[in-house]
């Protein structure tokens, strides 16, 4: 994970739950009608909508590998 452009509560929030810069953050899975998202984090999985993932700004690895070229 990149950046968290949440503020207030809503950030507070996620560093509660383990969201910070250089944490590994996987997508598991999204309900049927989109919300909400299941992801995995070090310690386990939590479930955010996505209104609020939209706030946090990732950088996508594959198979070990950065995509950016």
């Known amino acids: 994970m990149l950046e968290i452009s949440g503020a207030g ?3 507070r929030r996620f560093l509660d ?3 910070r810069r ?3 953050v996987t997508m598991i899975k999204a309900a049927p009608l989109r919300d909400p ?12 909508r996505r209104s609020e ?4 700004t990732v950088e996508v690895i594959l198979d ?3 995509i950016r070229k």
């Open 17 to 19: 739950l383990g969201l």
């Open 64 to 66: 070990g590998k950065d």
């Open 37 to 48: 998202l299941q992801v995995s984090l070090g310690y386990g999985h939590i479930s955010i």
């Open 22 to 24: 250089g944490e590994v």
């Open 53 to 56: 993932a939209s706030l946090i």
């Open 9 to 11: 509560a809503l950030r």
